[in-house]
């Protein structure tokens, strides 16, 4: 026969804080890979297109924070926006998106700079290819 556990209410809240600050650590440490992966991304972008200039990594790290802001609070209202033109295009109208998402951060960060729209079309390919690998084999 089995011994059953008391949990005083003091435990119970504590466990579930434990529970939720592990995944709420996990869920940074995701966000954080997926920050250096896009950082990553931009430095080869840089180095295939001639529109893409970084002058620092500081730079770089703070375009790809900005990028990660704007697909998380922006796109989803973009998507939804254009979801006509999207299922129309077979989701390449996606592309376009992404493209004026590294367009707009080569413009706030002082440091990363995109003067083309081909370009930033090329990064915002780069940037979902890499992102996708990295995603696939982890």
Known sequence: MA??????????????????????????LNYFRQVIIVAIAFY????LFPGV???S???TIIA????????VLVRPIIVLLTLPIT???????LLVINASFVYFAG??????AVTTFGAALGTAVVVSVTSFIVGRFS
Request: charge should be negative.
């Open 3 to 28: 011994a059953k556990i008391e949990w005083s209410e003091d435990s119970k809240k504590a466990a579930l804080y434990a529970l939720l600050f592990l995944i709420y650590n996990i869920n940074m």
């Open 44 to 47: 080869v972008s840089a180095q």
């Open 53 to 55: 200039v970084l002058e």
């Open 57 to 59: 990594s500081s730079a």
């Open 64 to 71: 790809a924070l900005l990028l990660g802001a704007l697909n």
């Open 87 to 93: 299922i129309i295009t077979l989701g390449l109208f």
């Open 107 to 112: 413009t706030l960060v002082d440091g990363f």
